[in-house]
């Protein structure tokens, strides 16, 4: 059987007992990289035999597990941190074994998906996983467009080195989606920096190190810039809203400032939860504002 293993992703306290009694048992671990499992492993008292499995050797270890794995060996397959077959090598190994009827079981564990989309505090009713983004402005506006209007909350995985270019595409494209980046989740140095993007963007430390998740909530509308009836103020307006939409959303508002929320920040929250326009929710929680300093 081959057993898919979920392992930290940061914390080597973050592993299920039932993850390692697997480790213990199985004939063969295949691992993203032997160095980096061997630390998990040696925490644990764990003497399994590993076989590297990642990217570039992928298709030719499948040549070699397979025909052990049709012979009823037990089998587990780790990645360096979190479930593999998300963005991490074991997909093409469980779809060869579902092809060819050998057993498979995936144990319950760490991921880094997950945990910053609870984490980020954004609406998890819908959310879609897109990976890592596309490198380029034009390929990862592309690639972020392709959920609008799903109302979906979108999670990511980004580089360090990247992160800064990305939010500020992000930035000129949606400038009022809130988003959070979620660095070293579980780590010592997590953190969560919660805003829009050009607020993100000011307050990261720089440079940028660690993991990193970007969480990006969803979309109310087209994007900035499209085509269509400008915003209040500017030579539009804004449709006529749902009979209580605008009554529901002011309570809304006045409810998470008086939590502490900014008012650019429960603007935005309110936008998302209600579908109400972002400009036009801005414009009511700083009418709010001014009626509670009256």
């Excluded at 990976?131 to 995985?157: C, D």
């Excluded at 979309?219 to 500017?234: I, Q, T, W």
Aim: hydrophobic residues 45%; proline residues 6%; charged residues 25%.
């Amino acid at each position: 059987m081959l057993y898919v293993c979920p392992t930290p992703i940061g914390n080597l306290q973050d592993v299920t007992l039932r993850v390692l009694d697997t480790l213990k048992q199985v004939e063969l671990i295949a691992c993203e990289d032997t160095r980096h499992t061997r630390i998990l492993l040696a925490r644990y008292g764990i003497s399994t035999r590993l076989v590297s499995f990642h990217d570039y050797n992928e298709e030719q270890r499948q040549g070699m597990l397979l025909p052990l794995l049709r012979d009823g060996r037990d089998i587990a397959v780790v990645s360096d941190a979190g479930m593999p077959g998300l963005s991490d090598p074991g997909f093409s190994l469980v779809r060869a074994c579902a092809k060819e009827g050998i057993a498979v079981t995936v144990l319950p564990g760490a991921s880094a998906i997950p945990t910053a989309l609870v984490l980020s505090g954004l609406s998890s009713d819908r959310f879609a996983f897109v990976g890592f983004l596309a490198r380029g402005k034009a390929k990862l506006l592309e690639q972020l467009a392709r959920f609008e209007g799903t109302g979906a909350t979108l999670v990511a995985f980004e580089s360090p080195r990247r992160i800064e270019a990305s939010l500020a595409a992000i930035a000129e494209r949606w400038p009022e989606r809130p988003l959070v980046v979620c660095r070293e989740l579980t780590k010592i140095h997590e953190e969560a920096i919660r805003g829009m993007a050009v607020e993100v963007l000011e307050r990261l430390a720089k440079p940028v190190r660690g993991e990193i998740v970007l969480v990006m909530g969803a979309g109310g509308g087209a994007a900035a810039g499209a085509a269509g009836p400008g915003p209040a103020g500017a030579g539009g307006s804004f449709p006529p809203a749902p009979a209580g939409l605008e009554e529901r959303a002011r309570g809304a508002l006045v409810e998470l400032r008086a939590l502490g929320v900014g008012t650019k920040r429960a603007a935005a929250l309110v936008s998302q939860l209600t579908g109400l326009p972002a400009r036009r929710a801005y414009e009511l929680a700083v009418s709010t504002d001014r009626q509670a300093e009256k």
